[in-house]
């Protein structure tokens, strides 16, 4: 990918203009944080996904302001840029220089203008994205009321999230096959590990003592683990099926023996719907917002013309006026 000078534009929002360098920094940001985990084959690659999704970002943010821009009275806007620029200087500037790891304005501007950006840039796409915010707000109504009845149709359409898996917390003897001489040394090892428990001594001590166990050294404690979770069929099963307190026998999987005790056991279990309703109406709430998010950008995209240099070529022989062009 071509690496697009500062001052070029790559999109066009309405009579709005996006010039490269809006989000040449971030995209430089991120690949110099990420630059050790990306081979260098793939940096022009990354470069591009990168540009282009906070394009798209950055589109949805210059269609809502210029909705506001189009919509707030004229004479009431100096009074609306001097607030933002207090917030950014108060706040944003703050925050800027903690993550450019500097102590000066004059160190920042420096780190900004290598970056591709600026503070002035920084000041103006601060006061954009607050202004969106504040205007996105004013678009969305979702307090309206939730009744039970669309309660009881979320839950059940999303049942499975109120489910809950059993879960278990035990401990574990292990004779490994990769520790001892053949199977039938493991089998007596495992053996004297139990019996050793039977007579009254403390399992955990025995765990330390001789389990080859990943929690060995800790007693065999496991904490609580999920149904199914475990790789070992054989000790997921008897997990959930052998009553609290009570040794196992001698179970056999691939890697050796194992005696496993439980201590305590939640069986699977779903959430009433009464309990769930809690959880539930925050969700219908964010629901709300989404869908009126998509709608009012659906809106502003449908009367507002978007043209940027990714389109398609086919696009471009179509008409080459970005306002007649959409996104």
């Known amino acids: 990918m071509e690496v697009h000078k500062g001052g070029e534009i790559i ?19 991120l690949l110099e944080k ?3 985990r990306i081979p260098a084959s793939q940096v022009e690659m990354q470069r591009k996904l990168l540009t282009q999704q906070l394009l798209k970002n950055l589109i949805e943010t210059k269609l809502i302001y210029n909705d506001a821009r189009r919509t707030i009275p004229e004479e009431n806007f100096p009074q609306v840029e001097k607030s933002l620029a207090e917030q950014f200087d108060k706040v944003e500037l703050k925050n800027l220089m903690e993550r450019a790891k500097v102590e000066t304005r004059q160190e920042l501007e420096a780190t900004l203008l290598a970056m591709g950006s600026s503070l002035q840039r ?6 954009e994205r607050t202004l969106t915010r504040q205007w996105f707000r ?4 979702p307090n309206e009321e939730i009744t039970v ?19 278990v917390r035990w401990q574990q003897l292990t004779a490994r096959f990769s520790k001892h001489p053949n199977k039938q040394a493991a089998y007596a090892a495992i053996g004297q590990m139990g019996n050793r428990v039977l007579a009254r001594m403390p399992m955990d001590e025995v765990a330390k003592a001789e389990s080859n166990g990943t929690t060995a050294s800790n007693g065999g404690w496991r904490d609580w683990t999920a149904q199914d ?4 069929k054989v000790l997921d099963q008897a997990l959930f099926e052998l009553p609290a307190g009570q040794l196992s026998p001698i179970l056999e999987d ?15 279990s779903q959430t009433p719907f009464p309990d769930a309703q809690a959880d539930i109406r925050p969700k219908i709430t964010q629901r709300r917002i989404q869908e009126q998010m998509q709608a009012y950008l ?11 240099i990714f389109d398609k070529p086919d696009d471009q022989r179509i008409s080459n006026r970005p306002d007649q062009r959409r996104w």
């Not at 979770?229 to 070992?232: F, G, H, P, T």
């Open 229 to 232: 979770s475990l790789v070992s």
């Open 34 to 36: 990420n630059k050790d």
């Open 11 to 29: 999109s066009i929002v309405g009579r709005y203009e996006i010039l490269a360098c809006e989000v040449s920094g971030r995209v430089n940001e």
């Open 298 to 308: 659906a809106k502003l995209r449908k009367n507002t013309p978007v043209w940027t």
């Open 149 to 167: 009845d669309e309660m009881w149709a979320y839950y059940n359409e999303h049942v499975a999230d109120f489910q809950k898996s059993g879960r």
């Open 254 to 268: 691939a890697t050796g023996y194992h005696i496993v005790r439980v201590i305590e056991r939640e069986d699977a």
């Open 122 to 127: 920084e000041r103006r796409a601060f006061a």
């Open 138 to 141: 004013q678009q969305i109504k």
